[in-house]
């Protein structure tokens, strides 16, 4: 496969959103993805966006795979981290701790070898494993550029003394990143997603890259929404951004098998001393819905559960919070810019668009564009 231009790349996912079941895509530029997961991995984007080349790079796999080259370079490059590794070995003499148990087993006094245990510098860390085990997968993977295969080939051939491991959800989530090792972020961000995304293929050996769906596109786009907040908090009226766990107030469970109501949690709270601002993010193909009752289209709405869903939160949090409650929806815009402010029951509601298909500083300016009708609110 050659590398076409970013520009003239496109992930596509799709979804039923309307009732009488008609299908539509959204449409994201692999440069503007790169946008959303800089923010999601915490990187310079126009930085990392010169190191890629902006002129040369294909799909999302070819993409991933770039940064993954480009960023496991910069470490090898710098020095890869060690750690200390437990060892035991036979030997002549002694070193670290004499192991008895095994040394009797193996009769290691009559011959003169002892059991010892001990602790020895190692490249063999989890963060190097994971960059090690990826780069063999990508090697099988199809589609992979040619050029990057090579790319890819060679640096599994400079990480030869780390030993790969079975990559699994629970070893990503065993890296612990600090000062030391905080150049490991991005390659080991990038593996996990390339993790999630590369299958076994039919072919014996072979990986395949699947397109990303629906569930994981709207992971990065809730992401990329709280970490862009929370970076530009300073040009916002709020002071503090968090995840809000909501509990039904003046709700109290009287009778019956069990209390089953579920526990709500919004994607973003945005708050200061005197107002909060709640923001849903929805990965959806439209922020509309509409209806056929005997072939005839109805008006487009907004879609139900989606303001049902924010109510709920703002209701609760105005008995929870001595402050003044507003909200905010986002989607993704696809072809109909969407921007209409309400007043409900005292409480402000915006629905927004945003055009993940037009410039990094585009999308940059709109996401602050969407907290302007906030701007101004304060308990009366």
């Given at each position: 496969?050659?590398?076409?231009?970013?520009?003239?790349?496109?992930?596509?996912?799709?979804?039923?959103?309307?009732l009488?079941?008609?299908?539509?895509?959204?449409?994201?530029?692999?440069?503007?993805?790169?946008?959303?997961?800089?923010?999601?991995?915490?990187?310079?984007w126009?930085m990392?966006?010169?190191?890629?080349?902006?002129?040369?790079?294909?799909?999302?796999?070819?993409?991933?795979?770039?940064?993954?080259?480009?960023?496991?370079?910069?470490?090898?490059?710098?020095?890869?981290?060690?750690?200390?590794?437990?060892?035991?070995?036979?030997?002549?003499?002694?070193?670290?701790?004499?192991?008895?148990?095994?040394?009797?087993?193996?009769?290691?006094?009559?011959?003169?070898?002892?059991?010892?245990?001990?602790?020895?510098?190692?490249?063999?860390?989890?963060?190097?494993?994971?960059?090690?085990?990826?780069?063999?997968?990508?090697?099988?993977?199809?589609?992979?550029?040619?050029?990057?295969?090579?790319?890819?080939?060679?640096?599994?051939?400079?990480?030869?003394?780390?030993?790969?491991?079975?990559?699994?959800?629970?070893?990503?989530?065993?890296?612990?990143?600090?000062?030391?090792?905080?150049?490991?972020?991005?390659?080991?961000?990038?593996?996990?997603?390339?993790?999630?995304?590369?299958?076994?293929?039919?072919?014996?050996?072979?990986?395949?890259?699947?397109?990303?769906?629906?569930?994981?596109?709207?992971?990065?786009?809730?992401?990329?929404?709280?970490?862009?907040?929370?970076?530009?908090?300073?040009q916002?009226?709020?002071?503090?951004?968090?995840?809000?766990?909501?509990?039904?107030?003046?709700?109290?469970?009287?009778?019956?098998?069990?209390?089953?109501?579920?526990?709500?949690?919004?994607?973003?709270?945005?708050?200061?001393?005197?107002?909060?601002?709640?923001?849903?993010?929805?990965?959806?193909?439209?922020?509309?819905?509409?209806?056929?009752?005997?072939?005839?289209?109805l008006?487009?709405?907004?879609?139900?559960?989606?303001?049902?869903?924010?109510?709920?939160?703002?209701?609760?949090?105005?008995?929870k919070?001595?402050?003044?409650?507003?909200?905010?929806?986002?989607?993704?815009?696809?072809?109909?810019?969407?921007?209409?402010?309400?007043?409900?029951?005292?409480?402000?509601?915006?629905?927004?668009?945003?055009?993940?298909?037009?410039?990094?500083?585009?999308?940059?300016d709109?996401?602050?564009?969407?907290?302007?009708?906030?701007?101004?609110?304060?308990?009366?």
């Open positions: 496969m050659s590398l076409n231009s970013f520009y003239n790349c496109t992930l596509v996912t799709f979804r039923p959103n309307y009488d079941g008609r299908v539509a895509s959204v449409t994201i530029p692999i440069r503007n993805l790169f946008y959303l997961l800089s923010y999601v991995w915490d990187v310079d126009e990392e966006w010169s190191a890629i080349n902006a002129d040369k790079s294909g799909d999302a796999l070819n993409l991933l795979t770039k940064i993954l080259t480009i960023s496991t370079d910069r470490i090898i490059r710098r020095g890869l981290d060690r750690g200390y590794k437990d060892v035991s070995e036979e030997m002549f003499g002694v070193r670290g701790r004499i192991d008895m148990a095994n040394t009797i087993k193996r009769n290691g006094f009559a011959n003169a070898r002892l059991t010892c245990n001990f602790e020895e510098l190692d490249y063999s860390v989890l963060h190097n494993q994971i960059i090690k085990t990826t780069l063999v997968n990508l090697s099988h993977a199809n589609g992979l550029d040619k050029g990057l295969r090579e790319e890819v080939l060679d640096l599994t051939h400079r990480l030869k003394a780390i030993e790969p491991i079975e990559l699994s959800q629970n070893v990503f989530s065993k890296v612990r990143f600090h000062s030391n090792i905080r150049n490991y972020r991005l390659p080991v961000a990038v593996s996990k997603l390339i993790y999630d995304q590369l299958m076994p293929s039919r072919e014996t050996g072979k990986y395949q890259f699947v397109n990303f769906t629906e569930e994981k596109l709207h992971a990065i786009f809730e992401k990329f929404v709280f970490k862009y907040y929370e970076k530009h908090l300073n916002t009226i709020y002071i503090g951004i968090k995840s809000d766990t909501v509990s039904w107030q003046d709700t109290y469970f009287e009778e019956g098998i069990d209390d089953f109501l579920p526990v709500m949690k919004t994607d973003v709270s945005l708050f200061n001393n005197e107002s909060k601002l709640v923001v849903e993010c929805k990965f959806y193909e439209s922020a509309l819905q509409s209806r056929r009752i005997n072939g005839k289209e008006r487009e709405t907004f879609i139900s559960n989606h303001l049902y869903q924010l109510f709920a939160y703002l209701k609760n949090l105005e008995i919070n001595n402050k003044v409650i507003s909200g905010l929806i986002l989607y993704p815009e696809n072809g109909k810019k969407i921007s209409s402010v309400y007043s409900m029951h005292g409480h402000k509601v915006s629905i927004k668009t945003i055009n993940l298909d037009s410039s990094p500083q585009e999308i940059n709109a996401m602050l564009a969407c907290l302007t009708p906030f701007r101004s609110m304060a308990i009366n």
